[in-house]
């Protein structure tokens, strides 16, 4: 198992943003994690992360208890992700801002230069790799931010809604991008909204509601699972 989450629980004060989840991730997989806005969906990612502690369970990554470490030490691991609000490095280029990235495993600048403009061939960022990370449009700095958990050569990917606000389009070409990572040997976790996009990618789907595991199970199991569609009732997301 790459992946294993035992029973993690995050509060803010009085609130129970996670409650007791448990799943794993296998290696190769990829696996959607879903559920109404406020779920608890971006708080266990950045339990995962090491962005968070939680205030109960335990986070295994590759066999090693990971609880409580730093989010440099996960990178370094070989967990990369995607934030659900897109931060680059606004006065930076493209280039520049996924050689950041890169210097996880590379720690000389020209070789994360190199391993930085490789990546953004493979996202279809190249031509704007002299371009501030400022001048790109929503679609583009998505794919930078793609491109910049690339960089750092994870095992594990943690997409936070890397589709969602995407034309239909450009939600095609990023499906298409994350089968190729995938083939490539890289398991993938992803947070989205955009329904369609989800049930095509995931071979498996959890799916939380309130902070708790609700479901989980293969698209069409969670699509049919009556607990799913009264959790997402007078929503237009499913
Ligand atoms: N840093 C924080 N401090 C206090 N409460 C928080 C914090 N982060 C999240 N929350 C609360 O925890 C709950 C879960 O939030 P979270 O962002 O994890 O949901 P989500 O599933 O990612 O939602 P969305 O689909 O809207 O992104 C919400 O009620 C949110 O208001
Ligand atoms: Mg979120």
Not at 9 to 33: H, T, W
Not at 102 to 115: F, G, H, N, V, W
Not at 141 to 157: F, G, H, V, W
Not at 208 to 223: D, F, R
């Amino acid at each position: 198992m790459l992946l294993e989450v035992k029973g993690v629980v995050k509060r803010f004060g009085g609130l129970v943003a996670v409650d007791d989840v448990s799943f794993d991730v296998d290696k190769g997989e990829i696996v959607g994690l879903i559920g109404p806005n406020g779920a608890g969906k971006t708080t266990l990612f950045n339990v995962i992360s090491g962005f968070y502690k939680p205030n109960k369970g335990k986070v295994i990554f590759k066999g090693i208890d990971v609880t409580g470490k730093r989010p440099y030490e996960m990178a370094r691991l070989g967990l990369g992700r995607t934030f659900q609000i897109v931060k680059p490095l606004m006065g930076l280029t493209v280039a520049e801002n996924v050689a950041i990235g890169a210097m996880i495993k590379y720690p000389d600048a020209s070789e994360a230069l190199r391993k930085a403009l490789e990546v953004l061939e493979f996202t279809g960022l190249y031509d704007k790799r002299f371009a501030l990370a400022r001048t790109l449009n929503l679609a583009e700095k998505k794919r930078l931010e793609l491109s910049r958990a690339l960089a750092m050569e994870p095992d594990l990917m943690l997409l936070d809604e890397v589709i969602a606000g995407l034309n239909p389009t450009e939600v095609d070409m990023v499906l298409d991008l994350l089968k190729e990572v995938n083939r490539k040997g890289i398991t993938i976790l992803m947070v989205e909204h955009v329904m369609r996009a989800v049930m095509n990618i995931s071979q498996r789907i959890v799916v939380l509601h309130h902070g708790q595991k609700i479901a989980e199970g293969t698209p069409e199991e969670v699509a049919n699972d009556p607990k799913v569609i009264e959790a997402y009732l007078g929503r237009e997301e499913l």
